[in-house]
């Protein structure tokens, strides 16, 4: 009988020393667009049978080693799997398909130099989105930043490390994913914050403004709102105990934030200008340890981290990022024609995503929401 594997097992085989071929029987533009680490294309449509043509391809690509099929949904994976079943493959096929992939997470301890202080940084493996839950180990009390939709994940996570969730943040509107933050608040009855530029993006959720330098607690550590434009108007980086920096998309480990998903192409150099000064009249004016920790990691086409790996921190040093990111050492003419002339391909649906972020549009279901989420986040520049 078939076997069928969660995606999670997927992620274990894929960072494993095993042995085995991932085929995508998805059509080769959806391939092309976003895919599995290490996977190979062989497109199978509904009703479509194995001729030697495919047989010859499998054959080449296996090299007698045990196939892992995936697809979309599971739906086309699943009688492509069972035809290789019949000419004596050993083959597994992906529960859930790519759909399932995207809601793949890690939980990634953060070590910090204060003991009673817990971070825990949750990764979207697929999406390459990150958010966190904070805490005090004293009290157990704690926030999520920028929480992902599947809220359950930040839930378990606080739970697991003994941290009851107080408040709810998100950095900014964002863009490539649904925000899971209003959803978590409301279902916790604790108070949802953005920043208090969020009022100009028409945001209709309930929300507590949070102003440029204004500080809340849990237990003993205090969490300041630092407003940084560029990325979004209503953008705020949150700087935790003194030390650690949550930068949303204002500042990754191996970019900056792109200026034109909100701004547009005609006011991107607007955007990019108003990033500068974030960067260099806040960020950087803070100490060489302290500990960024951006809302994103890039991912490629073929679904591997650009830094990094699942699994391991993602963060660095500002000290080290002023040395080595070269972005950062740029005057601002520069920095701001770099960011318009070079803007990546923009994320699918990010305008119908925005929409749903401020609650202006909401969502028709479920089913709506995982279409608007397919393919790894692009918000970097």
């Given at each position: 009988m078939?076997?069928?594997?969660?995606?999670?097992?997927?992620?274990?085989?894929?960072?494993?020393?095993?042995?085995?071929?991932?085929?995508?029987?998805?059509?080769?533009?959806?391939?092309?667009?976003?895919?599995?680490?290490?996977?190979?294309?062989?497109?199978?449509?509904?009703?479509?049978?194995?001729?030697?043509?495919?047989?010859?391809?499998?054959?080449?690509?296996?090299?007698?080693?045990?196939?892992?099929?995936?697809?979309?949904?599971?739906?086309?994976?699943?009688?492509?799997?069972?035809?290789?079943?019949q000419h004596g493959y050993d083959v597994s096929v992906v529960k859930g398909g790519m759909e399932d992939w995207s809601s793949v997470y890690e939980v990634v301890p953060i070590e910090t130099g204060n003991d009673d202080f817990v971070i825990r940084q949750l990764q979207r493996r697929a999406k390459g989105c990150l958010g966190y839950v904070i805490g005090s180990k004293r009290t157990g009390e704690g926030v999520v930043v920028d929480a992902t939709r599947q809220t359950d994940q930040f839930k378990i996570a606080a739970e697991e490390a003994?941290?009851?969730?107080?408040?709810?943040?998100?950095?900014?509107?964002?863009?490539?994913?649904?925000?899971?933050?209003?959803?978590?608040?409301?279902?916790?009855?604790?108070?949802?914050?953005?920043?208090?530029?969020?009022?100009?993006?028409?945001?209709e959720y309930e929300y507590e403004p949070l102003a440029d330098g204004e500080t809340i607690t849990v237990g003993d550590i205090e969490i300041e709102a630092l407003h940084t434009p560029g990325h979004?108007?209503?953008?705020?980086?949150?700087?935790?105990?003194?030390?650690?920096?949550?930068?949303?998309?204002?500042?990754?480990?191996?970019?900056?934030?792109?200026?034109?998903?909100?701004?547009?192409?005609?006011?991107?150099?607007?955007?990019?200008?108003?990033?500068?000064?974030?960067?260099?009249?806040t960020i950087l004016e803070l100490p060489d340890e302290t500990r960024i920790l951006p809302g994103h990691v890039s991912v490629s086409e073929g679904g591997r981290y650009e830094v990094g790996s699942p699994g391991d921190p993602i963060e660095a040093r500002l000290g080290t990022l002023r040395d080595e990111l070269a972005l950062l050492g740029l005057n601002e003419d520069e920095f701001v024609s770099r960011l318009v002339e070079n803007a990546p391909e923009k994320p699918p649906n990010y305008e119908r995503v925005i929409k749903v972020n401020t609650g202006s549009d909401p969502l028709e279901d479920e089913s709506e929401a995982t279409e608007l989420e397919l393919g790894p986040n692009n918000c970097a520049a």
């Open positions: 078939m076997d069928q594997i969660e995606p999670e097992q997927l992620a274990d085989k894929i960072d494993g020393d095993e042995s085995f071929t991932l085929i995508d029987t998805r059509p080769e533009d959806s391939y092309e667009a976003w895919r599995a680490p290490g996977a190979e294309n062989v497109p199978f449509g509904p009703g479509d049978e194995l001729d030697n043509e495919k047989l010859d391809r499998i054959d080449e690509l296996t090299d007698g080693a045990p196939v892992v099929a995936i697809c979309g949904k599971g739906l086309t994976s699943t009688p492509f799997s069972f035809e290789l079943e003994g941290i009851t969730i107080k408040r709810v943040l998100d950095t900014h509107v964002h863009a490539d994913h649904i925000s899971g933050g209003p959803t978590l608040a409301n279902t916790l009855d604790v108070p949802y914050h953005l920043g208090e530029k969020a009022s100009e993006r028409g945001v979004t108007t209503e953008m705020v980086n949150y700087l935790v105990d003194g030390e650690e920096l949550l930068t949303g998309d204002t500042l990754f480990v191996e970019s900056v934030g792109r200026t034109e998903l909100q701004f547009g192409d005609e006011e991107a150099a607007s955007g990019a200008e108003l990033l500068y000064e974030s960067l260099h009249n």
